[in-house]
Structure formats: structure tokens, C-alpha cells
């Protein structure tokens, strides 16, 4: 049975933080199995105790053991990542067309605006002009003498 202590733990240096995780979760002692290392795998020092609770053998197999799961962590990192590259960039893609989408709506809307304020600036244009005619004919004809030059 493969058991490690606190005794152990003590001996070989674990600092005070690993030594009370260990003792909250499993007292004096706990045997070690696979699904128990699993179960608490982001929890403990595992380099920590390979290092020191391991006997030289097999802390090279712990090492390459170690070699291989991170470069698959890798391999999965990379993957991720260029998922999330890809992602992003259908994103942009979006956002780009929604924004030239957004852009154009923006132009016509703009245009239509222009048009109107065209056409009322136009309509005042001819009413200020109407305007000043009817005041000049009215003022000419009060205060001049028909067939007098002014």
C-alpha cells in the first residue's frame, strides 16, 4: 500500500500551506491512488513532491511523463487558440459589415436629409425673394412719382 504522512511531508520540507491542505483533506495519512491524484490534481505541488518524494527512477519517468503532457497542453493551446483566431476574425468580419451596413444607411439617411433641407431652403429662398420684390414694388410705388426715375 502505497500511503504518504504528514510525517512524510514534514521530513522532506513541505512548506506549512501544502502541509495543511494535506491535513485538512486526509488527516495523518492517505493512500495514494490514480483517482484520488486526479480528483485534487490543481491542488497540490505535484513537481514539489515528485522532486522530493520520489525516488530518482522514477522521477525521470514523472519528468517525461510531465515532457508529454505538456506538450499535448500545447498542442491543445494552440488549437484553442487558433479557434479563437478564427472566431475573432468571423467577428470582425461581422462587425466590418455591419458597420459598412451601418455606414451606407447612415449616407442614404444623410442624402434623403439634404434633399429635404434643400428643397425647404430653396422654397424659403423664393419666399425671401418674393419678399423683397413685393416690398420694392410697394415701396417704389408709394414713394415715387409714376414716370419719375427714383
Known amino acids: 500500500m502505497a500511503t504518504i ?5 514534514i521530513r522532506a520540507g513541505a512548506c506549512a500551506e501544502q502541509r495543511a491542505k494535506f491535513r485538512a483533506l486526509f488527516g495523518t495519512s492517505v493512500e495514494v491512488t490514480e483517482e484520488l491524484a486526479i480528483q485534487h490534481a490543481r ?30 497542453r500545447g498542442r491543445a493551446q494552440e ?3 487558433e479557434a479563437y483566431d ?8 461581422a462587425h466590418d459589415q455591419a458597420q459598412e451596413t451601418a455606414w451606407e444607411a447612415y449616407d442614404r439617411a444623410k442624402a434623403i436629409a439634404l434633399e429635404a433641407y434643400d428643397r425647404v431652403q430653396e422654397t424659403a429662398w423664393e419666399a425671401y425673394d418674393r419678399a423683397k420684390a413685393i416690398a420694392f414694388a ?3 410705388i408709394q414713394h415715387c412719382d409714376k414716370g419719375r426715375e427714383a
Open 138 to 140: 410697394g415701396l417704389y
Open 86 to 93: 478564427q472566431a475573432k476574425a468571423i467577428a470582425l468580419e
Open 79 to 81: 488549437t484553442a487558440w
Open 5 to 9: 504522512t504528514i510525517r512524510q511531508l
Open 43 to 72: 491542488m497540490f505541488d505535484w513537481d514539489w513532491a515528485a522532486d522530493n518524494l520520489l525516488p530518482e527512477d522514477a522521477r525521470e519517468a514523472y519528468d517525461q511523463a510531465k515532457a508529454s503532457a505538456r506538450e499535448a
